[in-house]
Structure formats: structure tokens, C-alpha cells
T-cell receptor, first 114, second 114 residues
């Protein structure tokens, strides 16, 4: 079965530290890739997405992610985190098989110390 | 607010009772999804509607679960004979579909089965 793995369940960083959250998926076909974020007390919202083209995707608030097809990975990065980045981050994959579901990873809780 | 709205925000019920949740998607979105999320996990796909047609349903979904979208606008999710294992956050999302498969999530309905 298709799955999405996020390597870290909890990450604690100090402000200005660099961030990289790992994401791997298990599916050999064409995929659309997403990172969603849930800030405390808010609903899930899209951070960035990859459909095709340049494998380095830039999203909101200085986040970026790189799709490496050979590694089935879509890691999220930010060079310098802020306290306001404290949130839960979900990697997600939509398979281009004609189906409609988006499969989510278990999430990574990021806490940024001020 | 023109986002996805869900009602109620919280529902506490006794085991064996039936519950119904409502989702109002963004008005121009023809795609509607139901997800379930438990503590420490990412959203798990339940079912998908394109307009009023239910086109995909998770094989993990018990027969006690049923969803409708009668006029292609709002949707309802009903759980019959609730069990303690049904306790979760039930999320609704909508999208325009096509190349812009960005999901817009509601705040969810938190179900507690006692």
C-alpha cells in the first residue's frame, strides 16, 4: 500500500536555526507532492506543492522543498526559522492513477524557542 | 469567512448512538473530501465527492459510515452505532480540482464517544 513517512515526530529548534524535515513516499508512479502546515488553533493549510517542472519548489514564509525522484523524497527546508513557525507540518502525496485521495504522513511537530 | 465550515465543532455521544456532521465547502469548489485524524497521526482519507457523485471511498471505512452530498453543495457524514474507536477529528476539505489540487480544510468536528 502507498504510504508517506515523516522521519521526525518532534523537532525543537532555536530561532535562526536551519530546518529540514524529511519526507519519503512509497509509490513508483507519477505523484503530486505537498506540504501542509497547521499552526496552533488553526486549520490545515497548504505550504507548498510540486506537480512538475523544477524539483525545487518555493512556498510561503520562506519555506522550500526539493523533490528527488530517485530517493522518493520531498524534504522541507527553511534556512532560518522563526518563533512563528511553531506548528505541525504534514507531507502529503497524491497519486496520478486516476484516484482522488491525498495520502498524508503522520506529521512533525516543530517547536521554535524564542 | 468564505472558507470551509464544519458543524458542530465538538460532539460528545454515547456508544451506540448515531451522529451526523455537516460540511459546507467553498462555494465554487466541486470536489469535497472527508478525512479522519487521530492523535499523533495525519489525516486519513475517508471519501470523495465530485459534485453530488461519491467517486471514491476508503476500503477501511466501515459500513456504519455513510456520506452524502445531495445537491453538490454541502455534505453530511453519518456514523451509525458509534464505537469508542470512532473518536477522532473529522475533517472536511474542498478543492477546485484539475491542476490545482490544493485542499482547503475546515476546522473539523471533534467526536468523543463515551
Amino acid at each position: 500500500a502507498q504510504s508517506v513517512s515523516q522521519h521526525n515526530h518532534h523537532v525543537i529548534l532555536s530561532e535562526a536555526a536551519s530546518l529540514e524535515l524529511g519526507c519519503n513516499y512509497s509509490y513508483g508512479g507519477t505523484v503530486n507532492l505537498f506540504w501542509y502546515v497547521q499552526y496552533p488553533g488553526q486549520h490545515l493549510q497548504l505550504l507548498l506543492k510540486y506537480f512538475s517542472g523544477d524539483p525545487l519548489v518555493k512556498g510561503i514564509k520562506g519555506f522550500e522543498a526539493e523533490f528527488i525522484k530517485s530517493k522518493f523524497s520531498f524534504n522541507l527546508r527553511k534556512p532560518s526559522v522563526q518563533w512563528s513557525d511553531t506548528a505541525e507540518y504534514f507531507c502529503a502525496v497524491k497519486l496520478n492513477t486516476g484516484g482522488f485521495k491525498t495520502i498524508f504522513g503522520a506529521g512533525t511537530r516543530l517547536f521554535v524557542k524564542a | 469567512d468564505t472558507g470551509v465550515s464544519q458543524d458542530p465543532r465538538h460532539k460528545i455521544t454515547k456508544r451506540g448512538q448515531n451522529v451526523t456532521f455537516r460540511c459546507d465547502p467553498i462555494s465554487e469548489h466541486n470536489r469535497l473530501y472527508w478525512y479522519r485524524q487521530t492523535l499523533g497521526q495525519g489525516p486519513e482519507f475517508l471519501t470523495y465527492f465530485q459534485n453530488e457523485a461519491q467517486l471514491e471511498k476508503s476500503r477501511l471505512l466501515s459500513d456504519r459510515f455513510s456520506a452524502e452530498r445531495p445537491k453538490g453543495s454541502f455534505s453530511t457524514l453519518e456514523i451509525q452505532r458509534t464505537e469508542q474507536g470512532d473518536s477522532a477529528m473529522y475533517l472536511c476539505a474542498s478543492s477546485l480540482g484539475g491542476t490545482n489540487e490544493k485542499l482547503f480544510f475546515g476546522s473539523g468536528t471533534q467526536l468523543s464517544v463515551l
